[in-house]
């Protein structure tokens, strides 16, 4: 299982792309209960400078920017990445635009639902609407 590490920090900003072993250690018929026998790291950036534009104000863009480039440096597209997490961390998480910091990297995953819901539904969205937008709605009303 391909899984991406995204730190955000107070001073710099890492990504980890690992290769995961998981196997299920529940009974049949039991809820799931996945342990991770093996982790190997195939790419570990160097650590960038967080992008800001003021003390308090991550700048999404150049990070979003730095992100995708480690991808491309790890030979990695975001469709392939099966499980991960963005960690904000110290004073990135107090920033007055925190919450974009996760919705604009997190977006490079939604991609990849994106085209398994319009594959699976054969969704049609409103004109005025693209399908992640309309997604956005949808999540948002359950977050």
């Given amino acids: 299982m391909l899984s991406v590490g995204i730190d955000v920090g ?3 900003t890492q990504v980890v792309v ?10 049949a ?27 308090d104000v991550v700048d999404v863009d150049a990070l979003v ?12 597209k975001p ?6 997490a963005v960690i904000i961390t110290g004073e990135t998480a107090r920033t007055k ?6 919705r604009n990297i997190s977006l490079m995953w939604w ?8 594959q699976m539904l054969r969704y049609s969205v409103p ?7 309309h997604l956005w709605l949808v999540v948002a009303k359950f977050s």
């Fill in 97 to 102: 635009n925190a919450q974009a910091i996760r």
């Fill in 65 to 76: 920017s730095i992100v995708r480039a480690d991808y491309e440096k790890a030979g990695i």
């Fill in 29 to 55: 018929g039991l809820v799931p209960r996945l342990d991770v026998d093996q982790r190997t790291i195939l790419y570990r950036s160097e650590a960038h400078f967080t992008p800001l534009t003021a003390p």
């Fill in 111 to 118: 991609q990849l639902i994106l085209v398994a819901v319009q």
């Fill in 79 to 84: 469709s392939q990445v099966e499980t991960g």
């Fill in 18 to 27: 690992s290769q995961l072993s998981v196997t299920n250690q529940a009974r």
């Fill in 127 to 133: 004109v005025n609407m693209s399908l992640q937008q």
């Fill in 10 to 12: 107070t001073t710099t």
